[in-house]
C-alpha cells in the first residue's frame, strides 16, 4: 500500500457514537454508526476488503457501502 494514498484519506462521522463492548474479559471502545470516506479508490478498496481499525482479527472494522 503506497503511504501517498493517505494524503486525500477523510472519514467523516455522519451518525456515530462510541459504545464498549465486552470480549473475553476485557471491555473494547468501538465507534458505530455511518461514516463518509474520502479517498482514491485504491484505498478506498483496501479498506473494504482488510477493514478499518486495530481489532480487525477480532471480527470488528467491517463496513458496508450503501
Not at 500500500?1 to 456515530?16: C, G, T
Amino acid at each position: 500500500l503506497n503511504i501517498s494514498l493517505l494524503e486525500n484519506f477523510k472519514m467523516i462521522p455522519i451518525q456515530a457514537k462510541k459504545i464498549v463492548i465486552p470480549v473475553y474479559e476485557k471491555m473494547i471502545e468501538c465507534s458505530v454508526g455511518m461514516f463518509k470516506l474520502e479517498g482514491q479508490e485504491e484505498l478506498l478498496d483496501y479498506l473494504y476488503k482488510a477493514g478499518i481499525g486495530s481489532k480487525k482479527a477480532m471480527g470488528f472494522g467491517l463496513f458496508e457501502i450503501v
